[in-house]
């Protein structure tokens, strides 16, 4: 980890208000240095209560190589700042190889252009050239995966603000300005920079942005789940992604209000990645699971087999490999294949489907619900939709279903209140 911490004096060697010295807090240690009139100043300025580091646009401090190996591999970048210029070029930090290549960088109002932001990951600039703040105060974030860098401004991140990553150490790393040249330097408030040689995840990444937002009083300026609650005294509640197919999908319900992930969600006041795809198979969805890198962290739910169970397929190893794939003590739920109109009792589709229901269930009894046959026994005569057709068939009816296979908006907002009960009863 590396975390330079503008208003923590005591990592820092001061002339004055010069700073000679500036000393990564994080793991891996070693220290950004100063000299002559290079220096910024410590305290003469604050960001929200706090001292912090003034640049003037003449001054840089250049980084010792223990801190190089952060961005080898996929890494996370937050940079907290405020920029004293408008619509004119000033590199924020920049870290280059031997060779010269940039490996990662920040540069604001490219071009002269107000609220252009560049990061970079490698060479390649990951450019948003419509943020919302490129003035500050600002929190940027680079967050590469292994095919993806994201460049998200005070938590938010757009369409077309990603590219191709490159990954390699750095052999120097300036805070304020490019290591090659005097040029472009910044002017303004630096207040801190943390960075993690690994892919946080999209709730780590959350955290770190609200943590940083409200130590430094920003947190008006960001987007998320942290926006209104400071992390330093609201615990974490634990979030949740259902990886699925169309019954997690739902794009035929126009109203993503009425998609059970959200009913889910706002139930629990919790955050419901919607992962579902349409059409996919258990085995499909499953690969999705284990190739995740956002949501690691998050209870999973898995709602898949209901496409492309025919004889000889086993949903259940499926289920069996994502679940292996979850780190320890991951909270998970599983929930059933559902049948077609056209699969009543005793054809070869129903009696695929019940088939890998029952293996799933028998491996997983305590991570089992079977909101299919809960929605079933809602159709028994006397029951608010009794169908004593499709009770018998032990099919949905028509009064629940959107076409012969997926179920309407009445349909999902009974499952989604089944899942809801059974969250809350297991504790999530």
């Known amino acids: 980890m590396v975390d330079f911490d503008g208003a923590d004096a005591a990592t820092m060697l001061l002339a004055g208000t010069l700073v000679t010295e500036w000393a990564n807090k994080g793991s891996y240690g070693g220290k950004a240095t100063g ?26 401090m250049d980084m010792s190589a223990e801190v190089m190996n952060l961005t080898a591999a996929p890494y996370s970048l937050f940079e907290v700042w405020d920029n004293d210029l408008n619509a004119t070029a000033a590199i924020l930090t920049l870290g280059k190889n031997s060779g010269g290549t940039v490996r990662t960088g920040c540069q604001v109002d490219v071009g002269n252009v107000d609220n252009r932001i560049y990061q970079y990951s490698g060479a390649t600039a990951i450019s948003d050239p419509n943020a919302p703040e490129s003035d500050g105060p600002t929190i940027t974030q ?39 040249n005097t040029g472009s330097r910044w002017n303004g408030i630096i207040s801190q920079i943390v960075g993690y040689n690994r892919v ?48 997690t999908a739902l794009d035929y319900i126009l109203d993503p209000n009425k998609r ?37 962290d998050r209870g999973h739910i898995f709602f898949c087999g209901t496409n492309g169970p025919g004889a000889g397929h086993t949903v259940l190893g499926d289920i069996q490999a994502a679940v292996a794939d979850l780190a320890p003590g991951t909270k998970f739920l599983i929930l059933p294949s559902f049948n077609s109109s056209n699969e009543t009792v005793g054809t070869a589709g129903y009696n695929n489907k019940m088939a890998n229901n029952a293996a799933v269930a028998a491996a997983f009894p305590d991570n ?55 969250l809350i009863a297991d504790g999530w």
Request: glycine residues 14%; proline residues 3%; aromatic residues 10%.
């Open 200 to 247: 946080l995840t999209i709730d780590e990444c959350a955290l770190v942005l609200g943590f940083l937002a409200w130590k430094w009083g920003l947190q008006s300026y960001i987007a998320g789940e942290w926006a209104l609650k400071d992390p330093r005294t609201n615990a974490r509640l634990l979030n949740m992604v259902a990886f699925g197919d169309s019954f």
């Open 260 to 296: 059970w992930t959200n009913i889910v969600a706002t139930r629990m006041g919790r955050l419901v990645a919607n992962a579902g795809i349409g059409g996919q198979n258990s085995s499909e969805v499953t690969q999705r699971s284990i190739d995740d890198v956002n949501y690691t």
């Open 35 to 60: 000299s002559g009139t290079a220096r910024p100043n410590f305290g003469t300025r604050t960001m929200g209560t706090l001292p912090t580091l003034d640049f003037s646009g003449s001054n840089h």
């Open 142 to 180: 680079l967050r590469g995966t292994t095919s993806l860098a994201y460049n998200y401004i005070n938590g938010i991140t757009r369409g077309g603000a990603n590219g191709a990553p490159t990954y390699g150490a750095m052999s120097t790393w300036r805070i304020g300005g490019d290591p090659a």
């Open 368 to 422: 089992w619900l079977d909101v299919r046959s809960m929605i079933i026994a809602l159709q028994a005569p006397g029951q608010p939709y009794q169908d004593s057709g499709a009770y018998a068939d032990d099919v949905v009816g028509i009064a629940l279903r959107e076409d012969g296979l997926h179920l309407n908006e009445t349909g999902v907002a009974l499952y989604a209140g089944f899942i809801g009960d059974w």
